[in-house]
């Protein structure tokens, strides 16, 4: 009974909300505030920089890839080892690579990716934080027959 009731004040309060900033054409929208996942910060998602410089190209990157183009996704970040220089100059999980040093990674096959920022010891990377896309990297996808 208590959290039914904790439930129904938040649902009121969320109501009170939408009324003062108009938002009751998207109710949906009235209870994500209040999702565990919510972040508001959308400084967050925007496209950004970094510089990756190894010593040498055999280095390792710090981090591993998953998607492209033949799986109908980005390329996206899926692990970044810590203590490593990716971790230092913030890259994380779920980051979508945008572009490496130029080169539009929007449109590209996994081993196309990988083979671009395997050979380069200065990596120029336009980054941007998307869970959405990254979490849709781990769902089926149906190809339609050619």
Sequence with gaps: MQKFKEYTLMLFWCFQ??????????PSLMLRCHHQDFNNDLQLFLPRSVTLIRD???????FNIRGGK????????????P?????????KEADQILGVNGISFEDIEHAGAVKI???????????????????KTYEKVGRSPS
Excluded: W
């Design 117 to 135: 920022l395997k050979s380069n010891q200065h990596i120029d990377m336009t980054l941007r934080f998307f869970p959405y896309g990254y979490k």
């Design 56 to 62: 040498k190209v055999s280095d390792a990157l710090g």
């Design 17 to 26: 909300q939408a009324i003062s900033t108009k938002c009751l054409h998207y």
């Design 83 to 91: 203590n490593t220089e990716a971790e230092r100059l913030g890259l």
């Design 70 to 81: 033949e799986h109908y996704c980005g390329i996206y970040l899926s692990k970044v080892m």
